[in-house]
């Protein structure tokens, strides 16, 4: 039972820092935010699985029936899946960055604001 | 058991690794993806029929007994919605030969658009809540690719806003359905829908994920990233985006409010009605306040998600239909308005209206097809956008919902407004002395754009097919039974994947 507020309460902090981290207007630190984000998502999958300490989920060779404590296989499955997916993303997110900063100069995203220019002079019967 | 599920997702997948394939030869590919996107097309249309015809489908991949078998499966909902997102890839591809398209000019355009094409088809057939997520980050890659295509600086700026907003959306997805498996020890929906398995202590992971689902849809106070990110992509892509991304988001939430949390849904309802009506609102607000036709476009997905997610939370059979159909309304209109913008923006120089004039004497197809479409996001009789609307209006008044009932009619004269303002400036009146300089458009954008106005005005003049098929699609929603039965049944003996 420690061991899971253990690793309740380093899931919480994972998420925590991430959400900092994604407050920043840096995109160094958007990435990395995401970074912690998916990593925090992959340790909460693995506790909401239970811990299961030394019981690996291995079927013996000539007995196809489950004996005694065996570890829950599907959330390891799960998190393998989001591992390279959030890795590919996050190598996406990093040429992103990088092409980003080559372009506008800045990792400031509250400088970048091509996207959404100023709006040009008021269209007739907005002036009041 | 049976095999048409996969069709419409393996298909486009198959064709994509084909595209990649014939990179070096433009032809092939084209020709390749064309072929996939019509397989996929009459695999959509295949599996609508068997749905509405002998109710709903189930695969088990792998020949694995129900709970442990990873399953597609769907009803009228899902197989309507991917015969309609099929076609639509379909016919803006199709002119793919023309100059500028971006089939022709970017090789890597068509394995991006056929995985974005599986990737929406699998989040509409899958029933498991883990390959929904999967499902939508195959999407969310390839919209990645495909939004940035082209380059230039506005595209990667959009590009950042749309990955950081999207990516955490996902990550609340992931984070709720890790919570879901822990409490109940399943992601598959049939069983996660059964009777009795509806547990209260899942509310908080059913507010994660609808949180997740809510910053895909763009609703209303996550929505902030639509606007920025879809005026900004090749127009054929933001048409395509217009068509199916947010779409399938806003399918996501009708599927697990109905399936998987029917309890934490019942709690929150009220939550869906505010924030549909408020998505209704802030669509037509950010549409007159839009001084170019592609953001206007843009403020109308918003608008448009907001009225079927208004029909989410009315929970009766009528606003249910009305919502849905407004849903179906919104993945013909939004592309074609997409595509109207487009037209204008190439006509005009930057599509901003102070700028743009005379278009019904230059292109009178574009400016009635541009009009035509307002009326059809504005919700004007003639158009498809009216009759979903009268359901949900009379919907909510049935249930005492007047506030909501308030907003979507106020959003649609909005957009109304805003949409008239757009017509007169760029199409009504004289051209401006000085004409801009007037970018080359697609050839093929004005007849897709001719083509899918069609279909809204013979869908809208014969209301009674598409009603149809929405309230069917409400029915099977709402009264799971039937789908929820061919996902429990066993496969039989012997059945290998």
Known sequence: MNTHLLFAGLTAALFASSVYLLLSPSILRLVLGVFVLSNATHLLIFVAGRLTEGAPPLLHADRRDVVGVMADPVPQALILTAIVIGFALLVFLMVLAYRAYARFGTIDTDVMTAAEPEPGPALPGDEV | MSWLPLW??????????????????????????????????????????????????????????????????????????????????????????????????????????????????????????????????????????????????????????????????????????????????????????????????????????????????????????????????????????????????????????????SAATDTLLGGFLALGAATALFGGIGCLAATDARRFAAFTVVGGIGVAIVGLGLDSPLGTTGGLAYLFQSMVATPALFLAAACLAADSGDGAFLRAGGLWTRDRLVAGCFGLCVLAVAGVPPLTGFWPKLLLVRAGLEAGATGAVAAVLLGGFLTLLAGARAFALACWRPAPAEPAATDPLPHGARSVLAGLTAVLLVAGLLPELPGRLASAAADDLRAPAALLEVLAAAPPEGASG
Request: charged share 10%.
């Open chain 2, 8 to 261: 419409p997702v393996l298909v486009p997948l198959l064709g994509a690794a084909a595209a990649v394939a014939t990179l070096e030869r433009p032809r092939a590919q084209r020709a390749v993806t064309l072929l996939a996107l019509a397989l996929q097309t009459l695999a959509a249309w295949t599996l609508l029929a068997r749905t509405l015809l002998a109710g709903p489908v189930a695969l088990h991949l792998g020949g694995w007994p129900p709970p442990f078998a990873i399953s597609l499966g769907t009803d009228v909902l899902g197989a309507a919605l991917c015969g309609l997102a099929a076609p639509l890839g379909l016919l803006l591809a199709l002119p793919g030969g023309a100059p500028g398209h971006p089939l022709r000019a970017h090789r890597t355009f068509a394995p991006l658009l056929l995985a974005l094409l599986g990737g929406v088809a699998g989040v509409f057939l899958t029933a498991d809540l883990f390959n929904l997520y999967v499902w939508f980050e195959v999407t969310l890659i390839a919209s990645f690719g495909l939004l940035a295509l082209g380059g230039g600086r506005a595209r990667l700026d959009a590009s950042v806003t749309y990955a950081m907003l999207n990516l955490v959306g996902t990550a609340l997805l992931l984070v709720a359905i890790g919570l879901v498996y822990g409490r109940t020890g399943s992601l598959d929906m049939g069983t996660l829908a059964e009777p009795g398995a509806t547990d209260p202590a899942l509310l908080g992971a059913a507010l994660l994920f609808f949180l997740g689902l809510a910053a895909k849809a763009a609703l209303f106070p996550l929505g902030f990233w639509l606007p920025a990110a879809y005026p900004n992509a090749n127009p054929v892509i933001a048409a395509l985006f217009a068509g199916l991304l947010t779409k399938s988001a806003a399918y996501a939430l009708f599927r697990t409010s109905g399936l998987v949390f």
